[in-house]
């Protein structure tokens, strides 16, 4: 059983920053990407950052310059600096992994739980 337990999250205010973490348990061969994706109320579930072993970080449009993915493939834990914080940005932040049982096997994506981050002006 794979888990991916997120924290975190929080309130700040517009400016401000908040440092995301999520931890990857259970039995699997190899962790390929992790990455983070964020859903506002009444909104579908938007990409924020991935970060594939070997590949330059992908970022959308919105978090570049402002956020950045980082991952420690000792502790299976991927992290999210956010800066600069913006209303905007209020949402619940999810963490994937995707992850192979054997090498050369398919992946298989799981995700976290999520964890709220609100962002007043």
């Known amino acids: 059983q794979v888990q991916l337990v997120e924290s975190g999250g929080g309130s700040v205010q517009a400016g401000g920053s908040l440092r995301l973490s999520c931890a990857a348990s259970g039995s699997f061969y190899r962790i390929n990407a992790m990455g983070w994706y964020r859903q506002a109320p009444g909104k579908q579930r938007d990409l924020v950052a991935t970060l594939r072993s070997g590949d330059s970080p992908n970022y959308a449009e919105s978090a570049k310059g402002r956020f950045t993915i980082s991952r420690d493939n000792a502790k299976n834990t991927v992290y999210l600096q956010m800066n600069s914080l913006k209303p905007e940005d209020t949402a619940v932040y999810y963490c994937?992994?995707?992850?192979?049982?054997?090498?050369?096997?398919?992946?298989?994506?799981?995700w976290g739980q999520g964890t709220q981050v609100t962002v007043s002006s």
């Open positions: 994937n992994a995707d992850l192979v049982y054997g090498k050369g096997g398919p992946e298989f994506r799981y």
